[in-house]
């Protein structure tokens, strides 16, 4: 039987993080748990690039031009904080995002992780970007380790 699963060794990849502008209190802090948790597990800063989005609507555009490139990341993290408000703005705005990566991951085969918060209250996304629930950031980072170090072992039997 096989058993094909990713790691955590960061070590070579090269990784793509979208932050939104958007809420930056709160985007910054996921930022800084990512860039923790990604040079924690052995990513080297000349491996990392981030870039910076007006919002969370704008960060598949950018996905997708990051994921088209040759060649290409071996993952890209997504980073922001869709905060509830009294409009359904938030709606549009968490549902473009998230429908948005996820086809961006789809149509690319580049593993694009979710890390943007949606959260009712702005106490909620503080909670999640690195006070008592953790950090979200590095939570994203994690999986992006993971799903990276996964596809490279499906690549290479390919
Ligand atoms: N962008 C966010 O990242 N978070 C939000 O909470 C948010 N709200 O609620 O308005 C938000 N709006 C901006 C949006 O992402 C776009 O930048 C804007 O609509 C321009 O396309």
């Known amino acids: 039987m096989k058993h094909i699963e990713g790691h955590f060794d960061a070590r070579g990849l090269k990784i793509d993080l979208i932050v939104s502008r958007f809420n930056d209190f709160i985007s910054s802090h ?3 748990g990512a860039l923790d948790c990604l040079r924690r597990h052995g990513a ?10 007006p919002g ?3 960060i598949p555009y950018l996905a997708a031009r990051l994921a088209d490139r040759k060649p290409k990341p071996d993952a890209i993290i997504c980073l922001g904080a869709v905060i509830r408000g009294s409009t359904d703005h938030y709606q549009y705005v968490a549902e473009g ?12 085969g580049v593993p694009v992780i979710l890390g943007v918060l ?7 996304a503080i909670e999640r970007a690195g006070t008592k ?10 999986a992006a380790i993971e799903m990276a170090t ?6 290479a039997k390919a």
């Not at 995002?97 to 690319?108: E, F, L, T």
């Not at 949606?118 to 909620?124: A, C, K, R, S």
């Open 118 to 124: 949606t959260t009712d209250t702005i106490e909620q």
């Open 30 to 32: 996921l930022l800084e």
């Open 97 to 108: 995002m998230a429908r948005g990566i996820q086809r961006v991951a789809m149509d690319s």
């Open 44 to 53: 080297r800063d000349e491996d990392l690039t981030v870039y910076r989005v």
């Open 133 to 142: 629930s953790g950090n979200k950031g590095a939570d994203a980072a994690l």
């Open 56 to 58: 969370s609507f704008e």
């Open 150 to 155: 996964l596809f490279r072992q499906v690549s």
